[in-house]
């Protein structure tokens, strides 16, 4: 039965439908006003159009428009909100920019975006221009903008062959499709010359040399055929859409989309070639179409239909296989929803019973099911058909000997068991029992062994069980009928459960194909690295396809490494290594099983992603794929070398943001030591020139002497702290640990400090009968020491600053504490980092004291915490493990 007006929705096609409207309803609209070049008149058309929109009452401003100082574009521009546009200073110019924030905080209902693939100016959020446009778009604003043929990715290179000039600026033609609307802009090239020549476009000058440049009349002709092919291919595939979405079954000869069928034989493949050819002479676009049906097909159709699915691709022909056991509905189906305008199919040419009943209403079913839908029916020549006659009675079966033996067998046996108890039963019950045992075997056996157990069953019953017995000759009329009756049910249940366990092993196997594709992607989502997702592909090969792999990677410089990147167990050659190196280069595969170097054990896939090449697999096959795997093999690679492209580009990402931080790094560095070594460098050579031109009494010279001395600590000071921090970094600083006396520790730091401290009451609180405690006394010196003196820069003169130092719990506690004015919230979490000067922070510093306190600490095993005090103030807490010489009658003090 063909049921060909069985219009239902799928439910899943429904739902992605309602989530694309849904999306698509959140987002702003955009609209492209799309033209072969500058001077057709996009900026003119655009404003245009935004005066009509709002006449109708639309809200619209200008975020950025360029109108080169034309006349006519100026004065549409006028009766708009223009917003305010942003300046940038680069390399000392101020530069212009749309205001994107500004935007969002007026959101209009439409903005006028001019040069949509304009790179912005460095500091902007955005690199490109289109990335402005979709962050507006996501906030629900319509946008209106211009495009040139040239500035599309994919573009770009045929328009610097035709004009000879390259175009930097372009945009992913990913933003030009998902475009809602896209009008065209079209001048003739001499009305386009024209313009030039009344220097509409550009100022005289330069309008001449653009005319002997990139304006002469044949580039102009091939821009502007270029741009009509765009714009008629996106209205053919928003005709497509259109039809898919609301259901509509073509076609609508709107244009001319052809529809090739194939199978596995020879005639196929004149068929394509014949096909490729009148979709060329037609202008028109080529579709194949490859029906699986309950057919099983043998090795050497298996092969054959490999051949000719192999030379549809290289024909440059998108193929579809689909299953169905009716091959004119699944044909008619198919280009209903494609649009298909015409199906070429080739001239039956089987001869025998089984092809009459499969075959030979085919071509008048598929001609009167078709509809509107032309069908060309193409023949063959003499000498393929005489072979086909040789042929024409010996019908094709595909089921082997032991499968007609088998069923030859039960039924036999059944008819036995059923003559044994003859007595028992009616030979009513018998044909019940016979038709049974031909159902199961129809779960089994291919269709020639049912149609043979259908046969022997009807006749056993006749011969043996139906009176009179032992002969063919049937008296009663109802006996005649049952019998007939029997025959066709027998032979029409076995046939369709047969034909639907085939299909059902089909679908089972794609199910599983499926199935086996979405847990790749779904594992490939949780693995990161390129270690993992080469020990998830190996796995995967071996399970789905059992075949023993290896992978070669490129390396930095773009080259293919000579080693595999997992270990493997194919044992490769320096000729495999070549090979590989092939695949690489030409993007194609080679090896085992194919057209090029086929001499290898091995068959060598590239890895290509998105963007770039990024691989070679090698596989070990023991025979060719089959259409199924290999279908199956081309959805499984792309996915593995896209996660291999992504985690290509991450590492890359994350290189180029260090590389990044690095060089911010180096300039604050670099700024901050120039800053520091300038201050005591000058001081020490101001004084040491006065002190040599001039003669100065000795209160004079006492006085130069400090400044110099001075002046030397702190670039001393600069100079540890430096080579501290790159100790710290390196990980080369190990502290010495000894047995050592906080009093000394203390009193150490206060005379060291004795200069900065004059001006502060220092409260240290030490126990008498703190026991020596177990660190490096100079590591430790210092963090104090940095400690009290970036409070001495911080708190005001005349407050107290307090260093507490107890014992608790196997932990040495030191407390350094101020009545300054503490952190900011954002100050606090970033206080230890390298370079990093706080909100508050006074002139000069290098912000390295913090962080290296803190690596000192951390080299000891402890922590370091900043916080602020309850009644203003910072806080520093140190907490560090250590040994003590004697805790016997060392009580822990109350934090403070």
Same mark, same amino acid.
Not at 20 to 26: A, R
Not at 233 to 245: A, F, I, S, W
Not at 433 to 442: H, R
Not at 484 to 489: V, Y
């Given at each position: ?13 429904? $739902? ?14 955009l ?19 935004a ?24 004065e549409?521009?006028? =009766? ?17 920019? %749309? ?6 905080? *007026? ?20 690199l ?39 175009v ?39 309008s001449k040399?653009?005319?002997q ?13 270029m741009? $009509?092919?765009?714009v008629?291919? !996106? ?11 609301? !259901? ?7 244009g ?7 199978? @596995? ?15 060329d ?20 159709e ?9 030379l ?12 169905? @056991?009716? $091959? ?13 305008t ?13 092809? +009459? /009943? *499969? ?12 509809g ?6 193409? =023949? ?18 595909? &089921? ?38 031909? &159902?199961?075997?129809? /779960?089994?056996?291919?269709?020639g ?12 019953w ?8 032992y ?10 009928? %049952?019998l007939?009756?029997? /025959?066709?049910?027998a ?44 020990? +998830? ?36 050659t ?16 080679? =090896? ?9 054990n ?19 096959h ?16 792309p ?8 985690e290509?580009?991450? %590492? ?43 003669? @100065?009494?000795?209160? &004079?010279?006492? %006085? ?59 409260d ?12 490096? /006394? ?40 101020d ?50 005090r ?26 403070i």
């Open positions: 039965m063909n049921n060909f007006d069985d219009n239902r929705p799928n439910p899943d096609d429904l $739902l992605a439908s309602l989530k694309v409207d849904e999306e698509k309803g959140k987002r702003g609209k609209k492209i006003f799309f033209g072969m070049c500058a001077g057709v008149g996009k900026t003119y058309s655009m404003l245009e159009a005066h009509i929109e709002k006449k109708k009452g639309a809200d619209i401003v200008i975020g950025y428009v360029e109108t080169h100082n034309r006349k006519e574009t100026n549409l521009v006028k =009766g708009f909100e223009l917003v305010a546009r942003k300046s940038y200073t680069y390399k000392s110019t101020s530069l212009e920019e %749309m205001d994107l924030d500004a935007i969002i905080a *007026r959101k209009p209902q439409i903005v006028l975006v001019d040069e949509l693939a304009h790179t912005n100016v460095h500091g902007s959020r955005h490109k221009r289109f990335q402005d446009v979709q962050e507006i778009l996501d906030h629900g604003i319509h946008v209106y903008t211009t495009v040139n043929v040239q500035h599309l990715e994919s573009r770009s290179e045929i328009v610097a062959q035709i004009t000879g000039i390259i930097r600026e372009t945009i992913p033609d990913d933003v030009f499709e998902r475009a809602d609307d896209v009008e065209l802009v079209d001048l003739t090239p001499d009305e386009l010359l024209q313009r030039l020549s009344e220097g509409k476009v550009y100022a005289t000058e330069r040399e653009a005319v440049n990139f304006f002469r009349k044949g580039n102009i002709t091939a821009l502007r055929e741009a $009509l092919r765009i008629a291919d !996106r209205v053919d595939r928003q005709l497509h859409d259109y039809m898919q979405l609301k !259901r509509i079954k073509g076609p609508w000869k709107s001319v989309h052809l529809l090739v069928a194939v199978t @596995y034989t020879e005639q196929s493949t004149k068929l394509l070639r014949w096909a490729k050819n009148l979709a002479m037609m202008g028109g676009s080529l579709q194949a179409i490859y029906v699986e049906t309950s057919h099983e097909l043998t090795p050497k298996s092969e054959a239909l490999d051949k000719n699915i192999n549809a691709k290289q024909l440059g022909i998108s193929l579809r296989i689909v299953t169905n @056991y009716d $091959l004119v509905k699944a044909i008619v189906d198919f280009a209903q929803k494609e649009n298909i015409h199906i070429i199919i080739g001239k039956p040419r089987e001869r025998n019973l089984i092809a +009459l /009943f *499969r075959l030979g209403n085919f071509v008048n079913r598929l001609i009167r099911y078709s509107n839908i032309d069908v060309y029916i193409l =023949g063959s020549d003499n000498t393929v058909d005489d072979k086909y006659k040789r042929k024409a009675a010996r019908p094709s079966f595909t &089921s082997s000997i032991s499968q007609y033996l088998i069923s030859t067998a039960i039924v036999a046996f059944t008819a036995l068991v059923c003559y044994l108890i003859k007595s028992l039963v009616g030979y009513q019950v018998v044909s019940f029992v016979l038709l049974f045992a031909v &159902s199961i075997l129809a /779960f089994f056996l291919g269709t062994p049912i149609l043979l157990a259908s046969t022997l069953s009807a006749l056993i006749n011969y043996f069980f139906i009176p009179p017995f002969t063919l000759h049937v008296e009663k009329t109802e006996d005649m009928l %049952m007939i009756m029997f /025959f066709i049910i032979l029409l249940n076995g046939v369709l459960t047969s034909r639907i366990r085939r299909q059902e092993k089909k679908i089972r196997i794609r199910e599983e194909r499926t199935h086996a594709l979405y847990q790749l992607a779904k594992e490939l989502s949780t693995v990161s690295g390129i270690n993992e997702v080469l020990d +998830l592909a190996f796995r995967d090969i071996q399970k789905y396809f059992g075949l023993e792999s290896a992978v070669f990677l490129k390396d930095e410089s773009d080259r293919l490494e000579r080693q595999p990147r997992h270990p493997s167990a194919l044992n490769l320096e000729n495999d290594i070549s090979i590989a190196q092939w695949t690489f280069r030409h993007s194609a595969k080679a =090896g085992k099983f194919s057209d090029t170097l086929p001499s290898s091995y068959t060598f896939y590239p890895l290509r992603g998105n963007n770039d090449n990024m691989g070679v697999i090698a596989v070990q023991l025979r060719v794929f089959t259409q199924g795997e290999e279908q199956f093999w081309e959805g499984f690679l996915q593995i070398s896209g996660k291999i492209e992504r290509f580009l991450r %590492m890359t990402a994350r290189t180029a943001y260090i590389l990044n931080e690095s060089d911010k790094l180096y300039k604050t560095l670099f700024n901050s030591i120039s800053h520091e070594l300038r201050i005591p460098v000058a001081t020490i050579l101001g004084g040491s020139d006065t002190l040599i031109a001039q003669d @100065y009494s000795p209160e &004079s010279r006492k %006085m130069l002497h400090e400044e110099i001395n001075q002046a030397a600590i702190r670039l001393n000071r600069l100079i540890e702290n430096l080579l501290n921090m790159s100790r710290l970094d390196s990980g080369r600083l190990t502290p010495r640990i000894d047995w050592c006396d906080l009093h000394d520790l203390i009193n150490e730091v206060i005379q060291s400090l004795s200069t900065e401290l004059n001006d502060f009451n220092v240290v609180v030490l126990p008498d009968d703190m026991p020596l405690v177990q660190f490096d /006394f100079g590591l430790m010196e210092q963090v104090i020491h940095n400690l009290l003196l970036n409070a001495t820069q911080l708190a005001p003169k005349g407050s107290s600053l307090r260093v507490k130092f107890f014992y608790d719990n196997g932990f040495l506690f030191i407390q350094v504490m009545r300054g004015p503490g952190f900011s919230v954002s100050d606090l979490p970033m206080v230890f980092n390298k370079f990093y000067r706080g909100e508050l922070a006074v002139a000069g510093g290098t912000g390295l004291g913090l962080s290296i306190v803190k690596g000192i600490v951390e080299a000891h095993k402890g922590t370091i915490t900043a916080e602020n309850a009644n203003g103030g910072a806080l520093f807490t140190i907490k560090i493990p250590t040994n003590t010489s004697d805790l016997t009658n060392l009580q822990p003090e109350n934090k």
